[in-house]
């Protein structure tokens, strides 16, 4: 962390100027100002530190997280996170627990439903660091509860990360559909060395199939094609039609998104425990896995 902390430190001198004007401005300001889309907040944040004395600030991912959008950005070789309101009108640098729930067990903001078989699915973006921090929480869950719920990887309808997260998408995409099993042996083995190659062969998935699987979805969907016309990109990213009904559906506009039984759940701290914990409020009747304890560690970001 020590190599972050000069330049995080400039940035914070910067964000706290910036914070105290915003939050001036709002205690006089009584409109109503709309919501931004996760994408336009964080363009907008990165876009106003660079054009105050932060130049050089680089978006690299943005996620919704306790009602704001969290961006994680670089400067130089350094990176951090960063906290914006969705109104896109206050930057915070660090977000204050005020219940501790960043130190322990959390309640979700809003009620989830409860049902027989709790519907979890974890929207993504395949090479999100975020999002590879939530598949490696959710996967020892998976393991314990597969049988009791229904759970899936879905995606969100556009890509941050280049054509390689297109590519990776259809290969998740097809890999899933085709095997649930082979697929999250896939993914443990891909949130770690983010090697597709190895993973499928690790996977022991059948690599012709695939890549008929593949060429299908993308003439179905046309992805390559909207990726070679940038008239149809969004946010200047492009798009990823696949899952782009459910992503209006539950109101998903980054990476990660978690909807249990149909509403958005924040999970915070991200460990295995804590996510099994909150799928198992979301049962009737929670069955015996859910007395089992797993890890309260956070994992990491990205590939390991």
Known sequence: MEKYLKPLIFL????????AYAVFQAAYTLSNPSELSAQDAANKAVSYINSHGGAGVELIDVAEESGLYKIHIRIGQSEGDLFVSKDGRILFQQ?????GSSNTTPTPAIEIPK???PDVKIFVMSYCPYSTQVEKMM??????????IDIGIYFVDYAMHGKQEL??????YCIQNENQSQYFDYLSC???SGDPDACIAAAGIDADSLTSCIAAADATYNVTGQFNDQSTWVHGDPVFDIHHDLCELYGVTG???IIINGVKVSVNPRSPENFKQ????????????CDQTLSTTVPSSGFD
């Open 12 to 19: 914070s001198l910067i964000v706290f100027a910036f914070t």
């Open 95 to 99: 977000a204050i627990y005020m219940d």
């Open 115 to 117: 049902s027989d078989r």
């Open 139 to 148: 996967l020892p869950v998976y393991d314990l509860l597969k049988d009791e």
């Open 167 to 172: 590519d990776e998408n259809l290969r998740q």
């Open 190 to 192: 891909f949130v770690q």
């Open 255 to 257: 990476s990660p998104t």
């Open 278 to 289: 909150i799928i198992c409020s979301a049962f009737n009747t929670p069955p015996q896995e």
